[in-house]
């Protein structure tokens, strides 16, 4: 038997934002690896081992997905959103690079979900609907130097940004830092959504701006998008909408 | 009978990826809005009119959407890819801002989409596996000289970075001058990739470096992604795969 290995994107939490391509991966698939929460979106059937294991093994984890293909299985490994946003597929192609030859001639494919900026932005209104960035704010992989800089060069860009990961127990003072860089280059009057756990039942959206926002605003499970210096509200009867217009003045 | 408007993303081309919300909204709709090719992936059936308008009309469009939506229609507005990326979702917002009180009391949705630069990046490996920006290359709407400015400090910020509109016919030598640009704020031998019409039965993915890059590898069906500094290419028997991993060294 041929083994293969796909990533897939099981898109934000609800049911119907996973493409019908994810869902005829893991009805073809042996096995199905993942971080806890998301192998529990997957249905148990005859035949399916389901893998699931704790947060930060994701090199771990990809190695064992990797195995098992090698072996003849058919292997989904799930992220949430898209695998290719900070996600599962960089850390299963880093263990391909630095693996066993094997490896390398495996049958792969990555299939794209809907990311978590792109359904809290949706839920929003259209605050990415121009030029925009996607920043990781976790500094396990890299120095916060770095993540510094990037906020500097976004805000003097005018993007819209996008913050994955802004908040962990392990690091509570980073996301404060980040505001506190973000007012300074944007002003306090520069809008900012906090948006969590879209399309799941806990879902909540906050719209405020950097002056009023705090730290706990936000933890492992928000997407934080921070508007361009265009980026505006429109005030309604019904639920407000944030959005970028496409059109920049010279 | 209440109408509302739906404005929704149909993925990059192929069925296997527009999500069950997406296909519900349209299975709802009285009345399907946009450009001629999104319209044309629309089944007809009863019940259910087709308005298919031509490209550089997004205003006029959005204004009639919206006008069917207040006379009590279910209009379902679709774009490609994801509604709030360089689509028609700040376009209706903008007609919003601008249009009389009745539309704003409409009931509005934005249904995201797998959006053109995670499909393509998909299909190479995991390009945008880390911080990224996504920059519109078109100058109807922005001055020439801002893109230039974003496409300098995206480098500065080691950002990778995915183009949409790289080129057509209206403005040939703008993509050319991107292409200088970034040849001399990232080097010669940065990886770039030419993903075009990803999932659709036309679809090609060209790999090579910003040396090597002419502006004729791009048209209005492409998205560019040009990778970090960490960007790599991992040669194997098969097809290569091109990621950017999770870390990055101080």
């Known amino acids: 038997m041929s083994g293969w290995l796909k990533i897939v994107g099981l898109g934000p939490g609800d049911e119907s934002l ?9 009805a073809a698939a042996t096995d199905v690896v993942g971080y806890i929460p998301y192998v529990a979106r997957v249905a148990p059937r005859d035949g399916l081992t389901l893998h699931a294991s704790d947060n930060r093994v994701e090199l771990d984890r990809a190695r064992h997905a990797l195995d098992l ?3 003849g299985h058919r ?5 949430s959103g898209d695998p290719g946003v900070f996600a599962m597929a ?8 630095e693996g066993p030859d094997a ?3 495996l049958d792969i494919d990555v299939l794209p979900g809907i990311t978590a900026m792109l359904a809290a932005a949706a ?4 605050p990415l609907g121009h030029d925009f960035c996607a920043i990781n704010l976790s500094d396990n992989l890299k120095p916060w130097a770095l993540i510094e800089k990037r906020l500097r060069l976004a805000a003097e860009a005018d993007f819209a940004m996008a913050f994955y990961n802004p908040r962990s127990k392990s690091r509570p003072e980073g996301f404060e830092k980040a505001l506190e860089t973000l007012r300074t280059q944007c002003g306090a009057d520069r809008l900012i959504l906090f948006a969590r756990a879209v399309s799941r039942p806990d879902e909540s959206l906050r719209i405020t701006t950097l002056g ?5 605003m936000a933890d492992m499970s928000t997407v934080v998008i921070v508007g361009s210096s ?8 019904v639920n407000p909408i944030v959005y970028t217009p496409r059109f920049t003045p010279e």
């Open 212 to 216: 009023e926002a705090t730290a706990d």
């Open 230 to 237: 265009r980026t505006r509200i429109i005030d309604r009867p």
């Open 75 to 79: 292997v989904v490994v799930v992220s």
């Open 69 to 71: 293909a090698v072996q």
């Open 103 to 105: 490896w390398r001639t």
């Open 18 to 26: 996973v493409t019908p391509e994810a869902n005829t991966a893991l």
């Open 90 to 97: 960089s850390a299963v192609f880093e263990a391909v690079e």
């Open 123 to 126: 839920r929003a209104g259209a």
